[in-house]
Antibody, heavy 120, light 110 residues
Framework: QLQLQESGPGLAKPSETLSLTCTVS??????????WGWIRQAPGRGLEWIGT???????YYTPSLKSRVTISVDTSNNQFSLRLTSVTAADTAVYYC????????????WGQGTLVTVSS | QSVLTQPPSASGTPGQRVTISCSGS????????INWYQHLPGSAPRLLIY???LRPSGVPARFSGSKSGTSASLAISGLQSEDEGDYYC???????????FGGGTKLTVL
């Protein structure tokens, strides 16, 4: 059974960089059938797509975050990562990684999510 | 403000049927398939309905989805207390070139 697990610091200071890693187990991140995404949920708000990566390294980002986001993949360790620069309090959220279908809003496996708080 | 519009809340008593709506536009709902997610407290979101009407393995048949034009709906029949949580619709948006979600509907079982 596919499992995803987010890891990384739970606290980031304003203007610094948020870095998270998603480790995939029970399946290969190099599968040609799937993409891998990051989604977040700020307190009291709905789900927001951050970006998506394919095992080849091809990426797609939401326009509102594109200038600050980098998603990368490490196929040797079956992981993909999120970097968000110049964070503010508005970036405080639970961050989820998930397996995604191509050009789709279909996410069939999700990590448990990790809360990242931006505060000095 | 979310691209897809859902009512913020819905409620029903055990055994009742409730419907949650999701409204969008020609660039998302009308041109793509709709997925629904159930987000229970303390858990990861769970794919509930995919490709408008299909249920993943393990999802009870009392959950059903439909789509017409720029709107979609999730119906839950035989409401149970464990259904209490948040429900999100999602669609691919051609303008964004990415997935968009509804704001979520908080379902309360009275």
């Amino acid at each position: 059974q596919l499992q995803l697990q987010e890891s990384g610091p739970g606290l980031a200071k304003p203007s610094e960089t948020l870095s998270l890693t998603c480790t995939v187990s029970g399946g290969s991140i190099s599968s040609s059938d799937y993409f891998w995404g990051w989604i977040r949920q700020a307190p009291g708000r709905g789900l927001e797509w951050i970006g998506t990566i394919y095992y080849s390294g091809r990426t797609y980002y939401t326009p509102s975050l594109k200038s600050r986001v980098t998603i990368s993949v490490d196929t040797s360790n079956n992981q993909f990562s999120l970097r968000l620069t110049s964070v503010t309090a508005a970036d405080t959220a639970v961050y989820y990684c998930a397996r995604q279908g191509e050009s789709s809003s279909w996410y069939d496996s999700w990590g448990q999510g990790t809360l990242v708080t931006v505060s000095s | 403000q979310s691209v897809l519009t859902q009512p913020p809340s819905a409620s029903g008593t055990p055994g009742q049927r409730v419907t949650i709506s999701c409204s969008g536009s020609s660039s998302n709902i009308a041109s793509s398939t709709i997925n629904w997610y159930q987000h229970l407290p303390g858990s990861a979101p769970r794919l509930l309905i995919y490709f408008n009407t299909l249920r993943p393995s393990g999802v009870p048949a009392r959950f059903s989805g439909s789509k017409s034009g720029t709107s979609a709906s999730l119906a839950i029949s035989g409401l149970q207390s464990e259904d209490e949580g948040d429900y999100y619709c999602a669609a691919w948006d051609d303008s964004l070139n990415g997935p968009v979600f509804g704001g979520g509907t908080k379902l309360t079982v009275l």
